[in-house]
Nanobody, 125 residues
Framework: VQLQASGGGLVQTGGSLRLACEAS????????VAWFRQAPGMDRNFVAAIHRNSGRGTYTDSVKGRFTISRDNARNTVYLQMNSLRPEDTAVYYC???????????????????WGQGTQVTVSS
């Protein structure tokens, strides 16, 4: 089971990026999938997740209304559309998946069994 995160880059404040988390080895549709991010010198924090059953997105407060998580089961990929980017969004973004994540644990790193390698997002002011 592998996850490949991609789509990061350098953008100006107010710009957009779309991150992709592509799975191999097992279908992604059976798992909940989340994005976390880690800024330099900081802990890794929850950004967004999509539950395996409901398909609904859950977001940390700072990205609500700007980021949208979605999944394309045919492509075995989960996306994170990031709009109105801010310098404080600068971080390495990681995707993670877990087959047994319950709704109340979507923001918990410990709930996810598999992690991708991360993709750098840099937002310039």
């Amino acid at each position: 089971v592998q996850l490949q995160a991609s789509g990061g880059g350098l953008v100006q404040t107010g710009g957009s990026l779309r991150l992709a988390c592509e799975a191999s080895g097992r279908t992604l549709s059976t798992d909940s999938v989340a994005w976390f991010r880690q800024a330099p010198g900081m802990d890794r924090n929850f950004v967004a997740a999509i539950h395996r059953n409901s398909g609904r997105g859950t977001y940390t407060d700072s990205v609500k209304g700007r980021f949208t998580i979605s999944r394309d089961n045919a492509r075995n990929t989960v996306y994170l559309q990031m709009n109105s980017l801010r310098p404080e969004d600068t971080a390495v973004y990681y995707c993670a998946r877990g087959p047994s994540v319950i709704a109340s644990n979507l923001a918990s790193q410990n709930a996810y069994a598999y992690w991708g390698q991360g993709t750098q997002v840099t937002v310039s002011s």
